[in-house]
Protein backbone atom coordinates (compact mmCIF):
# COMPACT_ATOMS: atom_id res chain seq x y z
CA UNK A 1 0.00 0.00 0.00
CA UNK A 2 1.54 3.36 -0.78
CA UNK A 3 1.64 6.12 1.61
CA UNK A 4 -0.84 8.12 -0.37
CA UNK A 5 -3.62 5.50 -0.29
CA UNK A 6 -3.19 5.06 3.18
CA UNK A 7 -3.21 8.26 4.11
CA UNK A 8 -6.33 8.17 2.72
CA UNK A 9 -7.64 5.34 4.27
CA UNK A 10 -7.28 6.78 7.51
CA UNK A 11 -8.61 9.69 6.34
CA UNK A 12 -12.26 9.82 7.74
CA UNK A 13 -15.05 9.74 5.72
CA UNK A 14 -18.02 10.95 8.00
CA UNK A 15 -16.42 13.28 11.21
CA UNK A 16 -19.06 14.19 13.61
CA UNK A 17 -17.22 16.89 16.26
CA UNK A 18 -19.08 17.83 19.29
CA UNK A 19 -22.63 17.00 18.25
CA UNK A 20 -25.31 18.49 19.67
CA UNK A 21 -29.26 17.95 19.08
CA UNK A 22 -32.06 18.84 20.73
CA UNK A 23 -36.04 18.66 20.91
CA UNK A 24 -37.81 21.43 22.14
CA UNK A 25 -40.53 20.67 25.00
CA UNK A 26 -42.92 22.42 25.95
CA UNK A 27 -40.73 25.30 25.18
CA UNK A 28 -37.65 23.97 26.41
CA UNK A 29 -34.78 22.23 24.30
CA UNK A 30 -33.54 19.26 25.96
CA UNK A 31 -30.60 17.57 24.11
CA UNK A 32 -30.82 13.74 22.78
CA UNK A 33 -27.66 13.68 21.65
CA UNK A 34 -25.04 15.66 24.00
CA UNK A 35 -21.78 16.59 22.58
CA UNK A 36 -20.90 13.79 20.50
CA UNK A 37 -17.61 13.05 18.86
CA UNK A 38 -16.86 9.99 16.28
CA UNK A 39 -15.61 9.26 12.70
CA UNK A 40 -15.99 6.68 10.50
CA UNK A 41 -13.33 5.72 8.18
CA UNK A 42 -13.18 4.64 4.54
CA UNK A 43 -14.81 0.23 4.36
CA UNK A 44 -14.89 0.99 8.30
CA UNK A 45 -18.25 -0.64 10.44
CA UNK A 46 -19.13 1.23 12.92
CA UNK A 47 -21.73 0.18 15.50
CA UNK A 48 -23.61 2.36 17.67
CA UNK A 49 -25.04 0.15 20.54
CA UNK A 50 -27.60 1.33 23.42
CA UNK A 51 -31.38 0.77 24.60
CA UNK A 52 -33.63 2.33 22.96
CA UNK A 53 -33.95 6.25 24.04
CA UNK A 54 -29.95 6.55 24.36
CA UNK A 55 -29.91 8.77 21.37
CA UNK A 56 -28.77 6.47 18.84
CA UNK A 57 -31.11 6.93 15.82
CA UNK A 58 -31.44 10.62 16.94
CA UNK A 59 -28.04 11.05 16.13
CA UNK A 60 -28.16 8.90 12.57
CA UNK A 61 -31.20 11.53 11.93
CA UNK A 62 -28.78 14.10 12.59
CA UNK A 63 -26.40 13.40 10.17
CA UNK A 64 -29.03 12.83 7.44
CA UNK A 65 -30.33 16.38 8.53
CA UNK A 66 -33.78 13.88 8.51
CA UNK A 67 -34.97 15.35 12.01
CA UNK A 68 -38.52 16.75 12.76
CA UNK A 69 -38.78 20.40 11.48
CA UNK A 70 -41.40 21.17 14.27
CA UNK A 71 -39.16 20.25 17.54
CA UNK A 72 -35.76 18.79 16.34
CA UNK A 73 -32.58 21.10 16.12
CA UNK A 74 -28.66 20.64 15.58
CA UNK A 75 -27.98 23.25 18.30
CA UNK A 76 -24.11 22.89 17.78
CA UNK A 77 -21.36 20.84 16.41
CA UNK A 78 -20.29 19.67 13.22
CA UNK A 79 -20.86 17.08 10.83
CA UNK A 80 -17.97 16.66 8.29
CA UNK A 81 -18.45 14.61 5.05
CA UNK A 82 -15.47 13.98 2.72
CA UNK A 83 -14.44 17.89 3.52
CA UNK A 84 -18.76 19.41 3.37
CA UNK A 85 -20.03 20.61 6.66
CA UNK A 86 -23.29 19.21 6.37
CA UNK A 87 -25.08 21.00 9.14
CA UNK A 88 -24.63 24.05 7.22
CA UNK A 89 -26.40 22.59 3.52
CA UNK A 90 -30.01 23.41 2.89
CA UNK A 91 -32.34 20.72 1.88
CA UNK A 92 -32.10 21.14 -1.98
CA UNK A 93 -28.19 20.09 -1.25
CA UNK A 94 -29.03 17.77 1.31
CA UNK A 95 -31.35 15.97 -1.41
CA UNK A 96 -27.92 15.49 -3.21
CA UNK A 97 -26.22 13.80 -1.18
CA UNK A 98 -28.81 11.67 0.71
CA UNK A 99 -29.37 8.11 -1.32
CA UNK A 100 -26.37 9.14 -3.40
CA UNK A 101 -23.40 9.37 -1.19
CA UNK A 102 -25.05 8.66 2.42
CA UNK A 103 -28.08 6.09 2.44
CA UNK A 104 -30.44 4.75 5.10
CA UNK A 105 -32.13 1.92 6.27
CA UNK A 106 -34.78 1.89 8.90
CA UNK A 107 -35.94 -1.05 11.17
CA UNK A 108 -39.19 -1.36 9.32
CA UNK A 109 -39.25 -1.65 6.09
CA UNK A 110 -42.91 -1.29 5.42
CA UNK A 111 -42.89 2.03 6.80
CA UNK A 112 -40.42 3.16 4.13
CA UNK A 113 -41.53 1.60 1.03
CA UNK A 114 -44.68 3.64 -0.54
CA UNK A 115 -47.34 0.64 -0.24
CA UNK A 116 -49.54 2.29 -3.82
CA UNK A 117 -46.38 2.04 -5.84
CA UNK A 118 -44.29 -1.15 -7.24
CA UNK A 119 -41.36 -2.17 -6.04
CA UNK A 120 -39.72 -1.26 -9.55
CA UNK A 121 -41.60 2.11 -10.03
CA UNK A 122 -40.00 2.43 -6.00
CA UNK A 123 -36.21 1.50 -7.28
CA UNK A 124 -36.79 3.33 -10.71
CA UNK A 125 -37.31 6.91 -8.73
CA UNK A 126 -34.20 6.51 -6.75
CA UNK A 127 -32.22 6.29 -9.99
CA UNK A 128 -34.04 9.00 -11.89
CA UNK A 129 -33.29 11.62 -8.93
CA UNK A 130 -29.31 10.95 -9.09
CA UNK A 131 -28.74 9.50 -12.46
CA UNK A 132 -29.35 10.48 -16.06
CA UNK A 133 -30.68 7.21 -17.17
CA UNK A 134 -33.48 6.02 -19.64
CA UNK A 135 -36.80 4.58 -18.68
CA UNK A 136 -35.54 0.83 -20.03
CA UNK A 137 -31.35 1.40 -18.39
CA UNK A 138 -33.67 2.02 -15.11
CA UNK A 139 -35.54 -0.97 -15.37
CA UNK A 140 -32.35 -3.46 -15.94
CA UNK A 141 -30.74 -1.84 -13.41
CA UNK A 142 -33.44 -2.46 -10.69
CA UNK A 143 -33.52 -6.00 -11.98
CA UNK A 144 -30.29 -6.03 -11.70
CA UNK A 145 -30.13 -4.66 -7.94
CA UNK A 146 -32.38 -6.89 -7.01
CA UNK A 147 -30.91 -9.83 -7.86
CA UNK A 148 -27.59 -9.02 -6.24
CA UNK A 149 -29.13 -8.44 -2.93
CA UNK A 150 -30.22 -12.40 -3.05
CA UNK A 151 -33.87 -11.80 -4.56
CA UNK A 152 -34.72 -14.39 -6.64
CA UNK A 153 -36.87 -13.76 -9.70
CA UNK A 154 -36.14 -10.42 -9.46
CA UNK A 155 -38.29 -9.72 -13.46
CA UNK A 156 -41.38 -10.42 -11.74
CA UNK A 157 -40.74 -8.86 -8.32
CA UNK A 158 -40.26 -5.38 -10.15
CA UNK A 159 -43.87 -5.74 -10.63
CA UNK A 160 -45.27 -6.72 -7.51
CA UNK A 161 -45.87 -3.93 -4.52
CA UNK A 162 -44.73 -4.24 -0.97
CA UNK A 163 -47.62 -5.73 0.94
CA UNK A 164 -47.17 -9.10 -1.53
CA UNK A 165 -43.51 -9.20 -0.31
CA UNK A 166 -41.77 -10.87 3.27
CA UNK A 167 -40.46 -8.75 5.42
CA UNK A 168 -36.62 -10.12 5.10
CA UNK A 169 -37.78 -9.83 0.85
CA UNK A 170 -38.70 -6.32 1.88
CA UNK A 171 -35.44 -5.39 3.50
CA UNK A 172 -33.60 -6.98 0.68
CA UNK A 173 -35.48 -4.57 -1.47
CA UNK A 174 -34.80 -1.65 0.83
CA UNK A 175 -31.22 -2.41 0.44
CA UNK A 176 -30.95 -2.63 -2.68
CA UNK A 177 -32.76 1.26 -3.14
CA UNK A 178 -30.36 2.26 -0.56
CA UNK A 179 -27.14 1.20 -2.58
CA UNK A 180 -28.66 1.67 -5.81
CA UNK A 181 -26.28 4.95 -6.47
CA UNK A 182 -23.47 3.14 -4.60
CA UNK A 183 -22.97 5.41 -1.91
CA UNK A 184 -20.13 5.48 0.02
CA UNK A 185 -21.68 5.33 3.70
CA UNK A 186 -24.80 3.36 4.36
CA UNK A 187 -26.87 3.97 7.72
CA UNK A 188 -28.43 1.04 8.73
CA UNK A 189 -31.31 1.58 11.85
CA UNK A 190 -32.03 -1.46 13.25
CA UNK A 191 -31.95 -3.65 10.00
CA UNK A 192 -32.71 -6.78 11.39
CA UNK A 193 -35.06 -6.20 14.55
CA UNK A 194 -38.01 -6.63 13.19
CA UNK A 195 -37.22 -9.82 11.51
CA UNK A 196 -36.61 -13.63 12.40
CA UNK A 197 -33.43 -14.87 13.76
CA UNK A 198 -32.44 -17.05 10.25
CA UNK A 199 -33.53 -14.44 8.36
CA UNK A 200 -31.36 -11.62 10.05
CA UNK A 201 -28.72 -13.69 10.16
CA UNK A 202 -29.22 -13.57 5.90
CA UNK A 203 -29.92 -9.95 6.14
CA UNK A 204 -26.44 -9.47 8.24
CA UNK A 205 -24.69 -11.49 5.80
CA UNK A 206 -25.92 -9.43 2.84
CA UNK A 207 -24.51 -6.18 4.63
CA UNK A 208 -21.06 -7.38 5.15
CA UNK A 209 -20.83 -8.68 1.21
CA UNK A 210 -21.95 -5.70 -0.05
CA UNK A 211 -19.87 -3.34 1.78
CA UNK A 212 -17.00 -5.66 0.52
CA UNK A 213 -18.15 -5.74 -2.73
CA UNK A 214 -18.66 -2.25 -2.96
CA UNK A 215 -16.19 -0.59 -0.20
CA UNK A 216 -19.04 1.25 1.45
CA UNK A 217 -18.17 2.19 5.32
CA UNK A 218 -21.53 1.24 7.34
CA UNK A 219 -22.74 2.88 10.51
CA UNK A 220 -24.98 0.04 11.88
CA UNK A 221 -27.46 1.15 14.79
CA UNK A 222 -28.52 -1.81 17.04
CA UNK A 223 -29.37 -2.58 20.75
CA UNK A 224 -27.95 -5.76 19.98
CA UNK A 225 -24.33 -6.72 20.93
CA UNK A 226 -24.59 -9.96 19.45
CA UNK A 227 -24.81 -8.18 15.81
CA UNK A 228 -21.92 -5.87 16.97
CA UNK A 229 -19.48 -8.73 17.30
CA UNK A 230 -20.25 -10.00 14.10
CA UNK A 231 -20.20 -7.38 11.94
CA UNK A 232 -18.38 -4.05 13.46
CA UNK A 233 -14.46 -3.22 13.40
CA UNK A 234 -15.48 -0.25 16.24
CA UNK A 235 -18.02 -0.21 18.39
CA UNK A 236 -19.91 3.36 20.03
CA UNK A 237 -21.78 2.54 23.45
CA UNK A 238 -24.69 5.43 23.71
CA UNK A 239 -26.52 6.22 26.85
CA UNK A 240 -29.14 9.07 27.97
CA UNK A 241 -27.49 10.85 24.29
CA UNK A 242 -23.69 10.59 25.27
CA UNK A 243 -21.00 8.34 24.33
CA UNK A 244 -20.17 5.72 27.61
CA UNK A 245 -17.68 3.71 25.00
CA UNK A 246 -15.59 3.56 22.45
CA UNK A 247 -12.96 0.85 21.73
CA UNK A 248 -12.41 -1.57 18.56
CA UNK A 249 -15.15 -4.62 18.65
CA UNK A 250 -12.37 -7.22 19.65
CA UNK A 251 -11.00 -4.81 22.80
CA UNK A 252 -14.78 -3.90 23.84
CA UNK A 253 -15.68 -7.34 23.88
CA UNK A 254 -12.31 -8.78 25.49
CA UNK A 255 -12.23 -5.68 27.95
CA UNK A 256 -15.79 -3.74 28.82
CA UNK A 257 -15.35 -0.81 31.04
CA UNK A 258 -18.11 1.23 31.37
CA UNK A 259 -20.29 -0.29 33.45
CA UNK A 260 -23.18 -0.07 31.32
CA UNK A 261 -21.49 -1.56 28.59
CA UNK A 262 -20.59 -4.60 31.11
CA UNK A 263 -24.45 -4.87 31.78
CA UNK A 264 -25.29 -5.05 28.39
CA UNK A 265 -22.55 -8.20 27.39
CA UNK A 266 -24.85 -9.85 30.30
CA UNK A 267 -27.66 -9.39 28.13
CA UNK A 268 -26.45 -11.60 24.91
CA UNK A 269 -27.84 -14.86 24.89
CA UNK A 270 -24.73 -17.49 24.51
CA UNK A 271 -25.63 -20.22 22.30
CA UNK A 272 -23.33 -22.72 24.65
CA UNK A 273 -25.28 -21.81 28.02
CA UNK A 274 -28.59 -22.75 29.19
CA UNK A 275 -30.41 -19.46 29.90
CA UNK A 276 -33.67 -19.65 31.35
CA UNK A 277 -34.35 -15.57 31.66
CA UNK A 278 -31.28 -12.97 29.83
CA UNK A 279 -30.72 -10.67 32.25
CA UNK A 280 -31.77 -6.96 31.85
CA UNK A 281 -30.49 -4.14 32.83
CA UNK A 282 -32.83 -2.95 35.99
CA UNK A 283 -34.70 0.43 35.37
CA UNK A 284 -35.00 2.64 31.97
CA UNK A 285 -33.11 5.31 30.47
CA UNK A 286 -34.33 8.50 31.71
CA UNK A 287 -36.82 10.44 29.58
CA UNK A 288 -35.54 13.99 28.19
CA UNK A 289 -37.39 16.09 30.37
CA UNK A 290 -35.93 13.73 33.01
CA UNK A 291 -32.35 13.90 32.02
CA UNK A 292 -30.41 14.29 35.60
CA UNK A 293 -28.67 18.19 34.83
CA UNK A 294 -25.38 16.98 36.77
CA UNK A 295 -23.54 13.86 37.31
CA UNK A 296 -23.39 10.77 35.36
CA UNK A 297 -26.58 9.83 33.85
CA UNK A 298 -26.44 6.29 34.50
CA UNK A 299 -25.92 6.72 38.09
CA UNK A 300 -29.21 5.37 39.38
CA UNK A 301 -28.74 2.42 37.10
CA UNK A 302 -25.49 1.27 37.81
CA UNK A 303 -23.71 -1.12 40.03
CA UNK A 304 -20.65 0.84 40.67
CA UNK A 305 -22.17 3.88 41.84
CA UNK A 306 -20.42 6.34 43.72
CA UNK A 307 -21.33 9.51 46.04
CA UNK A 308 -19.49 11.90 43.70
CA UNK A 309 -21.14 10.13 39.85
CA UNK A 310 -24.19 12.45 41.23
CA UNK A 311 -21.75 15.51 40.92
CA UNK A 312 -19.15 15.06 38.41
CA UNK A 313 -19.81 14.32 34.84
CA UNK A 314 -17.69 11.48 33.52
CA UNK A 315 -15.61 12.79 30.59
CA UNK A 316 -14.84 10.40 27.76
CA UNK A 317 -11.22 9.84 28.38
CA UNK A 318 -8.60 6.94 26.37
CA UNK A 319 -7.89 5.11 28.98
CA UNK A 320 -5.52 2.67 26.58
CA UNK A 321 -4.57 3.17 23.00
CA UNK A 322 -7.89 3.26 20.94
CA UNK A 323 -9.84 2.77 23.84
CA UNK A 324 -12.02 5.30 25.37
CA UNK A 325 -14.56 5.61 28.49
CA UNK A 326 -16.91 7.97 30.90
CA UNK A 327 -16.98 6.94 33.71
CA UNK A 328 -15.37 8.47 37.23
CA UNK A 329 -13.85 4.77 37.67
CA UNK A 330 -11.23 5.35 35.22
CA UNK A 331 -10.59 9.04 36.09
CA UNK A 332 -6.96 9.38 36.83
CA UNK A 333 -7.61 12.08 39.37
CA UNK A 334 -10.53 10.78 40.81
CA UNK A 335 -9.61 9.71 44.29
CA UNK A 336 -8.80 6.46 45.64
CA UNK A 337 -10.88 5.76 48.21
CA UNK A 338 -14.80 5.61 46.57
CA UNK A 339 -17.75 5.34 48.00
CA UNK A 340 -20.54 3.45 46.78
CA UNK A 341 -24.05 4.87 46.81
CA UNK A 342 -26.73 3.66 48.89
CA UNK A 343 -29.99 3.02 46.15
FE1 LIG B 1 -21.31 4.25 37.34
FE2 LIG B 1 -20.25 6.43 38.39
FE3 LIG B 1 -19.10 5.32 36.28
FE4 LIG B 1 -21.43 6.58 36.06
S1 LIG B 1 -19.48 7.48 36.62
S2 LIG B 1 -20.90 4.65 35.17
S3 LIG B 1 -22.42 6.05 37.97
S4 LIG B 1 -19.31 4.41 38.33
Known amino acids: MSSNSRQNAETPLLKVSNLETAFKIDGEYHNAVDNVSFSVKPKQIVGIVGESGCGKSVMSLSIMKLLPKHNGEIRSGQVDFKGKELQDLDDNEMNTIRGKDISMIFQEPMTALNPVFTIGF????????????????????????????????????????????????RQRVMIAMAIACQPQLLIADEPTTAL????????????????????????????????????????????????????????????????????????????????????????????????????????????????????????????????????????????????????
Open 122 to 169: QLEEVLFNHMNISKREARLKSVSLLKSVGISRPEQIVEEYPHQLSGGM
Open 196 to 343: DVTVQAQILELLKEIQEVNDMSIILITHDLGVVAEMCDEVIVMYAGRIAERASAEELFYNPKHPYTKLLMGSIPKLDEEVEKLSSIEGIVPSLVNMPKTGCKFVDRCPQAMAECRELTPQLKEDNVNHEVACLLYENSFPTERVKVSK
